[in-house]
């Protein structure tokens, strides 16, 4: 059945606006986290950007293994198989859970190795203690996700987000308590964040699993989960999804991360600015990657169904939004580039590093947002491999050797590793485009 293009427009932002809203608030902790630790000087802040870029480098696996579900639950909403639904559900609980533990265990082995990474010693000797404190908050983060991936794969994406918002909320809260000592706590400096972080992921893991138990439509597929027993065929589909997308993440995620840590070869300076900008930028990435949480629902409940041509014409609509989202956001990095970073830090050389290479942000805006919608719409086809080794080809056979080159070879700095992530984010987003659409055209083979 054919549908009106309108209607494509309005479910997708009734099914996008709310993780986009979640995402930002997400980013916005992000973003206080950097302005607050700012004010206690460029060290503590070139801190965070390490602590955090290991951090976020094996959390956004677990990210990424969990972004498996929804596209398995929105198929089998299509088929409206509800055994398979609770089943799923169970399955990524027990599954998040494990893995919550082993990512503990490998961010541990690189906080055992922090001073070998050729980071300035005061740099690394803070972050250490701060990514400890971090990483005390993956296991409830991980569960927190299989659930909200859940509640997005059955359309439902307003409970995941207020909660979201609720958790961050209290991060910032007590990231001013914590970090500054204020009304009485004690005065922690740059681990506070990390504390505040610990906090809020437990605030929003706990309210939101009584809530999925609790609230229907979610408890009447709790209800429905027999928890004896253990389907083999589908925790090897749920990981056979979920690695390649955790390696997805960690390939594009990772190459920013590793473009930290050679900012830091070149100066703290730099590697602060670097933090501004990419804090900057993550901004308009996050609110891209809700729009391809949408769009993997939608895909995924087409392919359920069956429908070709509303399947394309859904992951057409993501396309066409995500242009005016991304260009928006290039215009106000263009106008604004010299006013942003000062909302971080006072340093001088800091502030034009971070207002250079915001620029360059301006020109990859479209390739940032076309490259995760295709790779949301290649999920939700449960297509994942390719596009695995479509993103590690474009950020680490490309991306990163052009960086290196450019930024320490040729001694362009800052700006230079920034040219060669540039270069990855179009090459990806042209890959990835070329092969959703390559397969959109064999399912129309397939289904005519």
């Known amino acids: 059945m054919k549908i009106r293009k309108k209607w494509h427009y309005i479910k997708t932002w009734k099914l996008a606006y709310p993780v986009m809203l979640s995402q930002f608030g997400q980013v916005m902790v992000g973003q206080a986290d950097s302005i607050m630790v700012g004010q206690l000087g460029t060290i503590p802040l070139a801190a965070a950007t390490l602590a955090n870029s290991i951090f976020v480098v094996v959390m956004i696996f677990g990210i990424g293994a969990n972004f498996s579900i929804s596209p398995l639950i929105a198929n089998a909403v299509g088929e409206k198989n509800e055994h398979r639904i609770a089943a799923i559900l169970k399955h990524a609980l027990i599954l998040s859970g494990v893995l919550g533990f082993i990512l503990m265990a490998i961010v541990q082995v ?32 991980m569960l927190f ?10 359309s439902i994406t307003k409970p995941a987000m207020i909660m979201t918002l609720i958790g961050n909320t209290i991060n910032i809260g007590f990231n001013y ?29 706990i309210p939101f699993l009584i809530y999925v138990m609790k609230q229907e439509p979610f408890a009447h597929h709790w209800r429905n989960i027999v928890w004896k027993g253990w389907d083999k065929l589908l925790s090897s589909r749920l990981i056979k999804i979920g690695i390649p997308t955790g390696l ?19 100066s703290p300076e730099a590697q602060a600015a670097h933090n501004i900008a990419i804090s900057l930028a993550s901004i308009s990435y996050m609110i891209a990657s809700g ?36 260009v928006l956001f290039g215009v ?9 970073p000062l909302l971080y830090i006072q340093n001088s050389e800091v502030t034009t590093i971070a207002s250079q290479l915001l620029l360059i942000a301006v020109m990859f805006q479209l390739s940032d947002g076309f490259q995760a919608i295709a790779l949301a719409a290649l999920r939700g086809l449960t297509d994942v491999k390719t596009p695995t080794i479509i993103t590690f080809i474009a950020y680490w056979i490309i991306a990163l050797p052009l960086g290196y080159v450019f930024g ?13 992530l540039a270069v990855g984010l179009t090459v990806s987003a042209i890959l990835l485009s070329k092969r959703f659409f390559s397969q959109v055209s064999k399912l129309h083979q397939k289904w005519s």
Do not use: C
């Not at 949408?294 to 993501?318: I, P």
């Not at 320490?408 to 060669?420: P, R």
């Open 291 to 326: 729009l391809a949480a949408a769009t993997t629902v939608r895909v995924g409940n087409q392919l359920g169904r069956k429908d070709f041509h509303n399947l394309k014409v859904a992951s057409v609509t993501s396309y066409k939004i995500a242009t005016v989202v991304m």
């Open 110 to 141: 690189f906080l055992m190795n922090i001073n070998n990474m050729g980071q300035d010693p005061r740099v690394a000797e803070a972050a250490s203690e701060y990514l400890f404190t971090l990483n005390l908050g993956m296991v409830p983060m």
């Open 177 to 205: 308590l914590l970090i500054y000592g204020k009304w009485g706590f004690p005065e922690m400096g740059l681990v506070g964040a990390g504390w505040a972080t610990f906090i809020s992921r437990w605030v929003m893991f």
């Open 408 to 420: 320490i070879v040729l001694h362009k700095g800052a700006m230079g590793v920034w040219y060669g």
């Open 145 to 154: 996700f299989s659930i909200r991936q859940f509640t997005e794969g059955l």
């Open 332 to 340: 106000i990095f263009l106008v604004f580039k010299d006013a942003l």
């Open 248 to 266: 997805q993440m960690i390939f594009e995620v990772g190459a920013f991360a590793f473009a930290s840590m050679m900012t830091g070869w070149i």
